[in-house]
């Protein structure tokens, strides 16, 4: 499976920004898929989470309410609709997928594929 996050920018706070994850190799409509970030100097935490169906979704307190995680299993791609962004978004936002779900969709040491990436920066 290979994933290519997009969708990423510059952008003021309290924008928005849409990101996209397209996924090529196989079908992964049948997966758990997330979104990860990193911002510089700090560890990669979890952002959102989708089952397969899009029924259970699953969000880091930082983002609830701001963040919607969707899936287009017919276009095999996950989105991120990120609104009223803050300068703490800054990151390089990852999507990767989890083929063997064990529950801890929260972790990436779970996830068995991943994307390169999308820088997204928010100025203050």
């Known amino acids: 499976v290979q994933l290519q996050a997009s969708g990423g920018g510059l952008v003021q706070a309290g924008d928005s920004l849409r990101l996209s994850c397209a996924a090529s190799?196989?079908?992964?409509?049948?997966?758990?898929m997330g979104w990860f970030r990193q911002a510089p100097g700090k560890e990669r935490e979890f952002v959102a989470a989708?089952?397969?169906?899009?029924?259970?979704?699953y969000y880091a307190d930082s983002v609830k309410g701001r963040f919607t995680i969707s899936r287009d299993n017919a276009k095999n791609t996950m989105y991120l609709e990120m609104n009223s962004l803050k300068p703490e978004d800054t990151a390089v936002y990852s999507c990767?997928?989890?083929?063997?779900?064990?529950?801890?969709?929260?972790?990436?040491?779970?996830?068995?594929?991943w994307g390169q990436g999308t820088e997204v920066t928010v100025s203050s």
């Open positions: 990767a997928v989890d083929k063997f779900y064990t529950g801890t969709y929260y972790s990436p040491s779970g996830y068995d594929y």
């Open positions: 989708i089952n397969w169906s899009g029924y259970s979704v």
């Open positions: 190799g196989r079908t992964v409509s049948s997966y758990v």
